[in-house]
């Protein structure tokens, strides 16, 4: 089937690069795909993929296409949301809207799957089983729309799922998948220091200088990582943000420090968070101050399944040939795809989109060559799924 598919994704090229330009030039934040998940609706009316069920948590659209042969339930997602972000690529089918951008390719993804539904959907005849399209919205802000499109149902009956992303820094149309651990749960880390304001020439008369009890944190939060955290446990703690607003003459009374904690196990995420509390409310004590720490619980981290991934690679190395099939290395990038694998065996692969801006950056500019090489893959990866699990 594999000449079959990438004929196919030669004759859909045009189309479907037309209608991801459509939806960049469009994008949507989170929450709020409304326009987005009509356009997709459409289309999949169009193509006949099955009852389209919209309105799915919010502005989620499902469809499934019916094979005619006997097999198992393939479920392909797709992201819909776009970020806060002004686009600054200068491109023909740039961004119309202010402030908005599909900086993280959610644009590619839907119009890849679409373009997914449109090969299977010629090819009812070969598949084994039935594929479920499913086209979340609101990824980028936590909680993230994986949880509630699950609550609603879009498993029921699944036996495997996949979905991909693009890759910025991998040449256009490469994909790679990695088994097990692949990308990094994401939690958000909040401290706030309370001391004493005053004076800038009287610290000694103040409880505790929130703004060096502040830096004095970031860098005994330093430890948690490199003194606790198993060496073969991959884990980041970044604090991107250390607010002290007070002035050349002021001390300010509270301090501010925004972070974020990354892990790729469950049992040292957990263990890291109590180390963060502990760390940061014990160096304001001992110092005079005091600390609130707040955690915001994100993504887990995405897990691929061994099977799933393997059939993945190797559907690759056949359907790209093996100088474009990658070995990749854990991303610590979070991923609510994560929920779905907790839930279901499958594979969440990644696609080189050759941008030499990255994911979230004004400057993302994909090379659309990849949706020749991602629309026919993921239909050849659902079929072969089908046909290797058929009854
Ligand atoms: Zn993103
Ligand atoms: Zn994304």
Known sequence: MIDTFQSDADALFASVVALRRTLHRHPELSGEEHETARRVAERLRELGVGAVQTGVNGTGVVATLEGERPGPTVLLRADMDALPIQEETGLEFASEVDGVMHACGHDVHTASLLGTAAILARHRDQLHGRVRFCFQPHEERLPGGAQGMIESGVLAGVDAVFGQHIKPDLPA?????????????????????????????????????????????????????????????????????????????????????????????????????????????????????TADVEIHTGYPALYNHKDEAHLVADAAREYVGPDRALDVDRWFAGEDFAYF????????????????????????????EALRASTGFMAYVAWRYGREHAA
């Open 173 to 289: 149309g490469t994909l790679g998948v990695r088994a097990g651990a692949a990308m990094a749960s994401s939690d958000e880390v909040y401290v706030t220091v309370t001391g004493e304001g005053g004076h800038a020439a009287e610290p000694h008369e103040l409880a505790a200088d929130a703004t060096y009890v502040g830096s004095q944190i970031v860098g005994a939060l330093q430890s948690v990582i490199s003194r606790h955290c198993p060496p073969d446990v991959p884990s980041i703690l970044t604090i991107g943000r250390l607010i002290a607003d007070g002035a050349t003459n002021v001390i300010p009374e509270t301090a501010r420090l925004e972070g974020t904690f990354r892990a790729m196990d469950e049992a040292w995420r957990g263990r890291g968070h109590d180390l963060i509390r502990r760390v940061a409310i014990r160096t304001a004590e001992a110092h005079g101050a």
């Open 341 to 368: 694998l907790q839930e279901r065996p499958g594979a969440f692969c990644q696609l080189g989109v050759g941008s030499a801006h990255g994911l979230h950056t004004a400057g993302l500019n994909v090379d659309e």
